[in-house]
C-alpha cells in the first residue's frame, strides 16, 4: 500500500523501507531534543535533502516546516519539487550528522532494523560502530 504526505500542497509518495534513528541525549536546544529521532529524504529529479522527525511522526511534516524558514531556502526548493520521501541511507545520515555538528555532539546510538550501533565521532567525521 502506498502513502502520501502533503508538501506545498501536492501528494508527495512517501516510499516504505528500514528507517534509521538515532538516540540522541539533547540536542543543540537543549534536553527538549533528547529522545529518539528518525532520518528522512526528501527528493526530486536532481537534489535531496535529509532531515530527522519524531518516530511515528509525518515526515512531510518536517520538509513542510522548511517553507520560508532562513537558512532553508535550498532544503525548501527540493521539497517543494520532490519526486517523493524515502527512509535516509546510512551514509545520508552519516552526512546529515557531519552538518549538524551542534546536535551530532548528543547523538548516542542507531538502531537500523534489529541493529544497534553507537554513534563514534572521528578525526574525519562520525561513524556507527
Excluded at 512531510?60 to 521539497?79: L, Q
Excluded at 520532490?82 to 546529515?96: F, H, L, Y
Amino acid at each position: 500500500m502506498d502513502y502520501t504526505t502533503k508538501i506545498a500542497g501536492r501528494d508527495v509518495l512517501l516510499e516504505a523501507g528500514e528507517v534509521i534513528t538515532l538516540q540522541f541525549s539533547a540536542g543543540r536546544g537543549g534536553k527538549l531534543e533528547a529522545g529518539a529521532w528518525e532520518f528522512w529524504t526528501v527528493f526530486n529529479d536532481g537534489s535531496r535533502s535529509t532531515a530527522r522527525c519524531r518516530p511515528g511522526s509525518d515526515p512531510g511534516e518536517r520538509f513542510r516546516r522548511m517553507e520560508g524558514s532562513p537558512g532553508y531556502e535550498t532544503h525548501w526548493e527540493i521539497a517543494a519539487t520532490s519526486k517523493g520521501v524515502r527512509p535516509a541511507t546510512q551514509n545520508e545520515v552519516i552526512e546529515w550528522l557531519n552538518a549538524h555538528l551542534e546536535d551530532a555532539k548528543f547523538a548516542e546510538y542507531c538502531q537500523i532494523g534489529s541493529k544497534n550501533m553507537r554513534v563514534v565521532e572521528t578525526a574525519n567525521g562520525f561513524r556507527f560502530e
